[in-house]
């Protein structure tokens, strides 16, 4: 589905991406992992075309991405970030149905599509109604993952899309979007520094450091078979709790 070949990014002279090569599967879901500034959000954004490679080529569904076409590529590929990314002045309602009205949509089939987005998201559809303030940070996500699933598009990428939230309804969310992966078999990136929670999420893992890709496969492998030291302590960093320590 997507594709990274020989990828060179930098920012002033801090090198964000440093000549990566990575193929992401059609149908699946792959998480990308490492510390901050590894370039995980980096990747995710090359692949929607928000930000461009300095050398290198990006290729999604087989062709290389290219700006002239980024408008209608875009269509094929909802959009995650932190907090849901949602327009305050605009109801729930209003943020998820945004692009379907610019695309001309007529109320019915959008009161439709919301109707059954917040069913599979596990939303009251009563919520949709609030302004983002007037609702707590996991439906605000929740509306976030509404909205990019609203043009049934069949890739999702997600940039930390559970970072903010309360441990409890982190874990629900969690149970809640592997049960939705599941069920709509899309192709599935998601950026997050909780290993456990990639594991529980991704088919596939995909270790960063410093711009490069470390160790790509399932949580066992990387695991069980560390590429390298660096792959093996960071995969056991997480600490677990222990009662009266």
Known sequence: MFELRHVVKRYGATIALDA?????????????????GAGKSSVLRML???EWPDSGEVRF???PL?????LEQRRR??????EGGLFPHLTGAGN???????LGWEDARIDARLRELAGLCQLPFEALARFPAELSGGQRQRV??????MLDPPVLLLDEPLGALDPIVRHDLQDQLRELFALLKKTVVLVTHDVAEAAWLGDTLVLLRAGR?????????????????????FMHAQRSVRAGE
């Open 61 to 63: 569904d087989g062709a």
């Open 66 to 70: 290219r700006r002239q076409d980024l």
């Open 144 to 149: 976030g993952l509404i909205r990019a699933l």
């Open 77 to 82: 590929i909802g959009y995650v970030i932190q």
């Open 20 to 36: 990566i090569d990575l193929s992401i599967e059609a149908g699946r879901t792959t998480a990308l992992i490492g510390p901050s």
């Open 213 to 233: 890709v470390l160790q790509q496969g399932a949580a066992r492998e990387l695991l069980q078979a560390p590429a390298d030291p660096f792959v093996r302590a």
């Open 48 to 50: 929607i075309g928000l």
């Open 96 to 102: 998820a149905a945004l692009l379907a009205r610019t």
